[in-house]
């Protein structure tokens, strides 16, 4: 593999980041510098870190045409120690690894992706905001770039990393959300990408989703694709539900993104003696569950948001109130817990998060 090559912006030229933190909103913002790898002739070649610009594409590359992209989200950190951490860096690297497979994609060295990743933030640690609640996003994604209008996996393609910083996923904060549970459409087939972050995955799933927003709701719980009956993710996180004393999420059966922050809720449940189960778990039991007051809490998890309260799900005309509609313990505590690991605050048992340098 070549070595990595940087150029990077004189300080004259370098932009400044966004000063007022509270108004960052969620990626629309991207720092000074990226990363690009290009793969041709059967290996990757020339990884380098140059300032961010826009992309010149061959208007026939085939990612345009045929949806050969996948991608991946984390985030960087600044910690009550002034020092940047990562939290668990290698798991997004495997799982775009595993997505770069289900597409017929080339596979990447995993560990030059993270140190280029390590050396692109150290380049640009300004662009980390300082504010509770604030991280720096990062965006690794690979897109096919081979002009060619044939559908067939693309011999050419094209590995970037992106960042820029980010405040609170919703707008309202760490606030319980209304979700519309979708009785008609599907996110994925059985045995398709599903368990990939593919980009033809959030395509299929934006027309109910708008729809879901224009009857006022912040997001959209999928049904399993063959029976419409079984509860699997929202479009932004992984679901979980507390019902009695049972902290229940979907098994990963190929429909499912194998979220990081999913499998950190799951240790961490764990570690504190909770009953975790990755079961089948349909919208019936979940409506009885409300109705005979064992549906104590409800949350999503996901890199963006990390933790979301649910505070009411709404199925085919009726209204499930969770428990009292406002933020759960178990909730609370997964929230606390994992942002104070990230930010440093509590101790990170698991060693979970990377330093930068």
Known sequence: METLTKRILPPQHRRFPPTDESKLGFGDIFSDHLFKMDYHDGQWRNPRIEPYAPLQLDPAAMSLHYAQLVFEGLKCFRRQDGQLGLFRPRDNFARLARSVRLLCMPDFDQELALTALRELLDIDRNWVPRSPGTALYI?????????????????DYL????????????????????IYV??????????????????????????????????GYSQLLWLDPCEHKYVEE?????????????????????????????????????????????????????????????????FGAGTAAVISPVGR?????????????????????????????QYGSRPDAHHWIMPVK
């Open 182 to 215: 979708e009785p008609q459409y599907s996110r994925v087939p059985p045995c398709g990408l599903g368990e990939a972050k593919a980009g033809a995955n959030y395509a299929s799933s934006l027309y109910a989703a708008m729809e879901a927003h224009k009857k």
């Open 234 to 298: 929202v479009g932004s996180m992984n679901m979980f539900f507390v019902i009695g004393d049972e902290i229940v999420t979907s098994p990963l059966a190929g429909t499912v993104l194998p979220g990081v922050t999913r499998d950190s809720v799951c240790v961490m449940a764990e570690d504190w003696g909770l009953k975790v189960a990755q079961r089948l778990l349909s919208i019936d039991e979940i409506i009885e569950a409300g109705e005979n007051g064992r549906l104590q809490e409800a």
């Open 139 to 155: 965006r690794p994604f690979i897109v096919a770039t081979e002009p060619h209008l044939g559908v067939r996996p693309s011999n």
């Open 313 to 341: 799900l709404h199925y085919k005309g009726r209204d499930i109130v969770v428990g009292d509609g406002g933020i759960g313990k178990i909730t609370r505590r997964l929230y606390d817990e994992l942002t104070g690991i």
């Open 159 to 178: 590995f970037m990393i992106i960042t820029g910083p980010v405040g609170a996923y919703y707008s309202a904060g760490f606030a319980p959300i209304d």
